[in-house]
T-cell receptor, first 112, second 111 residues
Framework: EAQVTQNPRYLITVTGKKLTVTCSQNMNHEYMSWYRQDPGLGLRQIYYSMNVEVTDKGDVPEGYKVSRKEKRNFPLILESPSPNQTSLYFC???????????FGPGTRLTVL | GESVGLHLPTLSVQEGDNSIINCAYSNSASDYFIWYKQESGKGPQFIID?????DKRQGQRVTVLLNKTVKHLSLQIAATQPGDSAVYFCAVPTRTDKLIFGTGTRLQVFP
């Protein structure tokens, strides 16, 4: 089954404790992206990747890192999480930027 | 910077009526537009897209209209059903390969 998976689905952590949210797709997509979703603000792009070893900042990259060592994986790293990073995070992938994006199920992160 | 805005945060319609959800964008050079549907507790799902060389595109019960003159697009849902209840987003890729989403319109369908 074609899908985008994220782990964990729910995470509660404390300020400053490094964490990684994994994202994996099995559709051989080149374009992958991370979004955060906050009430009243819609979806905002954090980082995106056009292909392996190619990553770029989205609209809200501060406090986040990503890597794209393999085509299928695009982990989101929070080196020192802060409470303002409490949000719902979605990973997405598509063949190219202008193709249909497939979204993962979301990761709800709470930073205390 | 580039922006995408939705006109109404909430739209309530009666089952069986037609729904129209609107979206405005800022960049006149935008050439591709997408509508997504997000049901409660799920990630967004693709509904329909349109390229700038078209004014209208139809899917199953959905139609997207693009007015490049005023930089506006709309999603029309015919014979709205309870299963259409969701948040609807328009999204527009930018020149720099980002994807900008509108803030979303929550569609509520009542019997």
């Amino acid at each position: 089954e074609a899908q985008v998976t994220q782990n964990p689905r729910y995470l509660i952590t404390v300020t400053g404790k490094k964490l990684t949210v994994t994202c994996s797709q099995n559709m051989n997509h080149e374009y992958m992206s991370w979004y955060r979703q906050d009430p009243g603000l819609g979806l905002r792009q954090i980082y995106y990747s056009m292909n392996v070893e190619v990553t770029d900042k989205g609209d809200v990259p501060e406090g986040y890192k990503v890597s794209r060592k393999e085509k299928r994986n695009f982990p989101l790293i929070l080196e020192s999480p802060s409470p303002n990073q409490t949000s719902l995070y979605f990973c997405a992938s598509s063949h190219h930027r202008d193709d249909t994006q497939y979204f993962g199920p979301g990761t709800r992160l709470t930073v205390l | 910077g580039e922006s995408v805005g939705l006109h109404l945060p909430t739209l309530s319609v009666q089952e069986g009526d037609n729904s129209i959800i609107n979206c405005a964008y800022s960049n006149s050079a935008s050439d591709y537009f997408i509508w997504y549907k997000q049901e409660s507790g799920k990630g967004p799902q693709f509904i329909i897209d349109i390229r700038s060389n078209m004014d209208k595109r139809q899917g199953q019960r959905v139609t997207v209209l693009l007015n490049k003159t005023v930089k506006h697009l709309s999603l029309q849902i015919a014979a709205t059903q309870p299963g259409d209840s969701a948040v609807y987003f328009c999204a527009v890729p930018t020149r720099t390969d980002k994807l900008i989403f509108g803030t979303g319109t929550r569609l509520q369908v009542f019997p």
